[in-house]
């Protein structure tokens, strides 16, 4: 079974541009997580998607918005992007809502210059 | 937001096992322990969970205290391989925001 991909790995992006990054799940999960890394905070919950439906959201500004298809595969877009905003994104999968396991990507390391 | 406990870094020789500590001392009944670990420049990796009982898989065993206070993962003969940061998180069954917090880094050390 092949694992969560995330596209693209690697990006760099200017100031005040958005920027869109792509996540397709484990073939059969339907929970889309997305989190935010960086050198100072840590990992950081951002938002979760289930059938298509944002379950859960973190604690980040409207910049930052999600969507899922009918696929399951899930879509993070930033905003207005900020030099705070560079960090590396990850893309979680769960078969379900009550599944324990969390599956990861690789991640998409984003730098906002 | 911080609900667990871990040292910052750990060695462990190449072999040996590495026992890596995690204090949880305001755990919830309905809450599970998990551990994930993340290797440099990847995304972290699931390893176990458990709520009350011992629990063992191919990776590693997780030992939780009796007043499930405290839990310890083990990884019974340590390589090279294993060498990440390690995270304890406690959470409720099905939750998916999972705190990280900041981990034990081990380095096994040939």
């Known amino acids: 079974k092949a694992g969560v991909t995330q596209t693209p790995r690697y990006l760099i992006k200017t100031r005040g541009q958005q920027v869109t990054l792509s996540c397709s799940p484990i073939?059969?999960?339907?929970?889309v997580s997305w989190y935010q890394q960086t050198p100072g905070q840590g990992l950081q919950f951002l938002f979760e998607?289930?059938?298509?439906?944002?379950?859960n959201k973190g604690n980040f500004p409207g910049r930052f918005s999600g969507r899922q298809f009918s696929n399951s595969r899930s879509e993070m877009n930033v905003s207005t992007l900020e030099l705070g905003d560079s960090a590396l994104y990850l893309c979680?999968?769960?078969?379900?809502?009550?599944?324990?396991?969390?599956?990861f990507g690789p991640g998409t390391r984003l730098t906002v210059t | 937001d911080a609900k667990t406990t871990q040292p910052p870094s750990m060695d462990c020789a190449e072999g040996r096992a590495a026992n890596l500590p995690c204090n949880h001392s305001?755990?919830?009944?309905?809450?599970?322990v998990y551990w994930y670990r993340q290797i440099h420049s990847q995304g972290p990796q699931y390893i176990i969970h458990?709520?009350?009982n011992n629990e063992t898989n191919e990776m590693a065993s997780l030992i939780i205290t009796e007043d499930r206070k405290s839990s310890t993962l083990i990884l019974p003969h340590a390589t090279l391989r294993d060498t990440a940061v390690y995270y304890c998180?406690?959470?409720?069954?099905?939750?998916?925001?999972?705190?990280f917090g900041t981990g034990t880094r081990l380095t096994v050390i040939p």
């Open positions: 998607y289930f059938s298509e439906t944002q379950r």
């Open positions: 305001t755990i919830s009944g309905n809450e599970y």
């Open positions: 073939s059969g999960h339907r929970s």
């Open positions: 458990g709520l009350k």
């Open positions: 979680a999968s769960r078969a379900g809502l009550s599944s324990y396991e969390q599956y």
């Open positions: 998180i406690v959470d409720q069954t099905g939750a998916n925001n999972l705190f």
